[in-house]
């Protein structure tokens, strides 16, 4: 009898510390702002500010789904406050939540859209002679790009895409292209040497280079060189390997360097 009197005791006594115990969950998604995809395995900071008695801070990352999920345990009856939920975009800027919370109210949730990808655009062009002084300039810039703004080093400007532009003597020209994506607020600009006409009335080795998005190592070389009957062309990829190419064949070609440099 003494036994149940003291397990009776002992529950009656834990019970209300049990019924101490709350809960905040907390939760979202975290998804690319460019095309609406789930970003897996992304950090998202939970931290409660001390104004409620309680100070939290945690870390958890999302699921395939984008999906983050957090819970914050009271050992006493919860407080009210605020939980502040933060990730890092694609340029680094913070970008923030603040969900208050309090008896009642503790099933918090917030969807986060932001850049994901590290490069979200990248400017980039080709450019062909197609007369005597005009050349033929084409847009080949990655992501999602709205707006375009070239800089043909002579004075000449363009907005649009793809454009063409005559220039009124022969010699080497600084083109710039500049671009923005209003999805991922990112610009970006590409800067080449453009060579017009032949003053030299022989040949002028020109190229450019486009890194594989797969792989950064992986990079393309287009053949721009002018002049007339270039039967070949020999390439030094700088980091002790080159290669021959002879007509007809074609002179673009593709390397994979061991290491990132210069």
Do not use: R
Not at 24 to 38: F, I, K
């Amino acid at each position: 009898m003494k036994k149940l009197v003291f397990i009776f005791l002992f529950w009656t006594s834990f019970l209300p510390l049990i019924a101490q115990v709350n809960y905040v969950t907390v939760q979202g998604y975290v998804t690319d702002s460019a095309n609406g995809a789930p970003i897996a395995n992304y950090p998202v900071t939970i931290q409660m500010d001390s104004t409620s008695g309680f100070y939290y801070y945690n870390v958890v990352y999302t699921m395939s789904s984008g999906l983050y999920v957090d819970t914050i345990v009271f050992n006493t009856s919860i407080p009210s406050g605020n939980v502040l939920v933060s990730v890092y975009d694609c340029h680094q800027d913070l970008v923030m939540a603040t969900l208050p919370f309090g008896t009642g109210n503790q099933a918090l949730s917030h969807n986060f859209q932001i850049c994901y990808s590290t490069t979200p655009c990248i400017a980039d062009y080709s450019w062909q002679v197609v007369g005597n002084l005009a050349v033929q300039f084409t847009d080949q810039s990655t992501g999602t790009p709205t707006a375009w703004s070239w800089q043909f080093g002579d004075g000449g400007t363009s907005s649009q895409q793809n454009p063409s532009h005559t220039y009124t003597n022969t010699g080497t020209y600084i083109v710039e292209l500049s671009i923005y994506d209003t999805a991922t607020n990112c610009s970006s600009s590409k800067t080449k040497y453009v060579v017009v006409g032949d003053s030299t009335g022989g040949c002028i080795a020109m190229f450019y280079t486009v890194a594989d998005t797969g792989n950064p190592l992986n990079i393309y070389f287009y053949n721009q060189s002018s002049g007339n009957n270039i039967t070949s062309w020999f390439w030094d990829f700088g980091d002790g390997n080159s290669t021959w190419i002879t007509f007809p064949a074609n002179p673009n070609v593709t390397h994979i360097y061991a290491d990132s440099g210069t």
